[in-house]
């Protein structure tokens, strides 16, 4: 696929009296909450497509332009603040907007499935870090189709805060109100540590870790840091990435099976996330050969605004994530029935409630991470996770309520991502109830795991 860039600029916010934001105050400092600075410091890019009739890309400009004077912090800079902290810099310095075009049809040139030939649908996102904190590139072809890759940094908004920013630029780009809801941007002051503090939980070797040692010489003198990179790198060509489609009626037979231990009087049944969650960690357990005494773990974001009291806004912009970690011995996993890993994930899950975000904002506000040098485990550096998985979940997230006015998409999809044991689910584009999952394995892993990815037992 030849995707030619045809212009590259910077897009500011526009302040209007057209249903725009009110006029820009002066540049300030917003500081990143503990939420931000726990999570992963990358960019991460997501895929649209959508059929013709398509705006022009003035519109959609205009649209984009319409949206960052209300989402400012995507037209910001990252930056130190002037009292010493992580924060974004507010001064409509401007998000990037790319127009690219493909001289064939989307159905001959795009290949729907993983491939590394989906980033040249997207602004770089690898290597040295950009100023801009929000990347378009709207790619046309020939058949009048768009693809719209949109990559944005992790530490200004979670999934959920970046599909309402989507919403919102679709509806500008139609010419209709940004607003309401307006977007709940008060980070620097929502969470407040309590008085007196109250750290209930470990949040070391779970949110936070200790730094990196300095770098240790082998007898040869060389460096084991750099011996260690060098694998990864070697590994990294070896990790393929698989998309998989559960049927709504495999779901459904696979959430049966999952809750069919529970008694009858029961008033719950596993999730579809705790049962699909549960069957590929077994699955991929077993593909990778994992046998007893050796422990394996999943990460598992959790979405904070419900979970606390009270109630943290939907439309909260930032990041309010934290992470459940069920970990279970691999022989036992694999050898029990699918019922026993939804338990173990159910249980995990449920105890990231309040108490626990609340311990985290305490922990996180006392002092110690600062004092112990401590560092996020949310590691982007990580190219192999095995024994364990992360799973990221944007089921129940409206990224399909996207649309520039020609239509919601007709696909979507994360970026080319071989970060071994790093999957996503996503809900089909179908709307059926079907779920895609984005799998990447070692290669020689990857062929057991197809073998056995649709058993249930």
């Given at each position: 696929m030849k995707v030619e860039v045809e212009s590259s600029r910077i897009v500011k916010p526009l302040y209007d009296d057209d249903g725009g934001a009110a006029p820009a105050p002066w540049p300030e400092w917003m500081p990143l909450s503990v939420f931000d600075t726990v999570t992963y410091d990358e960019n991460?890019?997501?895929?649209?497509?959508?059929?013709?009739?398509?705006?022009?890309?003035?519109?959609?400009?205009?649209?984009?332009a319409?949206?960052?004077?209300?989402?400012?912090?995507?037209?910001?800079?990252?930056?130190?603040?002037?009292?010493?902290?992580?924060?974004?810099?507010?001064?409509?310095?401007?998000?990037?907007?790319?127009?690219?075009?493909?001289d064939a049809p989307l159905a001959v040139a795009v290949p729907f499935r993983p491939s590394p030939e989906v980033k040249r649908l997207h602004p770089c996102i690898d290597g040295a870090p950009v100023e801009e904190l929000l990347q378009v590139q709207v790619t046309r072809f020939s058949c009048?189709?768009?693809?719209?890759?949109?990559?944005?940094?992790?530490?200004?908004?979670?999934?959920?805060?970046?599909?309402?920013?989507?919403?919102?630029w679709g509806l500008a780009t139609r010419r209709m109100p940004v607003a309401p809801p307006l977007p709940v941007r008060d980070r620097p002051t929502r969470f407040v540590p309590r008085d007196p503090p109250l750290v209930e939980f470990p949040h070391r070797d779970t949110e936070y870790k200790a730094p990196t040692q300095a770098k240790k010489r082998d007898a040869n003198g060389?460096?084991?840091?750099?011996d260690?990179?060098?694998?990864?790198?070697?590994?990294?060509h070896k990790i393929k990435v698989h998309k998989l489609h559960f049927t709504k009626d495999f779901v459904a037979r696979l959430k049966a099976r999952a809750s069919s231990v529970l008694p009858p009087s029961s008033r719950r049944g596993y999730t579809t996330f705790e049962s699909l969650v549960a069957h590929l960690w077994r699955a991929v357990t077993a593909a990778r050969g994992l046998g007893a005494g050796e422990t394996t773990r999943i990460r598992?974001?959790?979405?904070?605004?419900?979970?606390?009291?009270?109630?943290?806004?939907?439309?909260?912009?930032?990041?309010?994530?934290?992470?459940?970690?069920?970990?279970?011995?691999?022989?036992?996993?694999?050898?029990?029935?699918?019922?026993?890993?939804?338990?173990?994930?159910?249980?995990?899950?449920?105890?990231?409630?309040?108490?626990?975000?609340r311990s985290f904002?305490?922990?996180?506000?006392?002092?110690?991470?600062?004092?112990?040098?401590?560092?996020?485990?949310?590691?982007?550096?990580?190219?192999?996770?095995?024994?364990?998985?992360?799973?990221?979940?944007?089921?129940?997230?409206?990224?399909?309520?996207?649309?520039?006015?020609?239509?919601?998409?007709?696909?979507?999809?994360?970026?080319?991502?071989?970060?071994?044991?790093?999957?996503?689910?996503?809900?089909?584009?179908?709307?059926?109830?079907?779920?895609?999952?984005?799998?990447?394995?070692?290669?020689?892993?990857?062929?057991?795991?197809?073998?056995?990815?649709?058993?249930?037992?």
């Open positions: 991460i890019a997501i895929i649209y497509a959508f059929q013709p009739p398509n705006p022009p890309s003035a519109a959609l400009e205009l649209g984009l319409r949206t960052l004077a209300v989402y400012r912090e995507f037209a910001g800079r990252l930056g130190v603040g002037p009292d010493g902290r992580r924060s974004v810099l507010l001064n409509d310095a401007g998000a990037r907007f790319v127009e690219a075009a493909v009048g189709s768009m693809v719209l890759g949109f990559a944005s940094h992790h530490r200004v908004a979670d999934g959920q805060a970046t599909a309402s920013f989507l919403v919102a060389a460096d084991e840091d750099d260690e990179e060098e694998l990864g790198a070697a590994a990294h598992i974001s959790v979405n904070g605004r419900a979970r606390m009291r009270p109630p943290v806004p939907r439309d909260y912009f930032g990041n309010l994530v934290l992470w459940a970690f069920p970990r279970c011995d691999a022989g036992d996993l694999v050898s029990r029935p699918v019922h026993h890993a939804a338990e173990l994930i159910h249980r995990a899950v449920a105890g990231v409630d309040d108490a626990y975000f904002v305490d922990f996180a506000a006392s002092g110690a991470v600062e004092s112990e040098g401590l560092v996020p485990t949310a590691d982007t550096n990580q190219v192999v996770l095995c024994p364990n998985l992360e799973v990221d979940s944007w089921l129940g997230i409206s990224f399909y309520d996207l649309d520039f006015g020609g239509g919601c998409p007709f696909y979507f999809m994360p970026s080319y991502l071989p970060m071994e044991g790093t999957l996503f689910l996503v809900p089909s584009v179908l709307g059926d109830g079907s779920i895609e999952a984005y799998v990447p394995l070692f290669e020689n892993h990857l062929e057991e795991f197809k073998k056995i990815c649709y058993n249930i037992a």
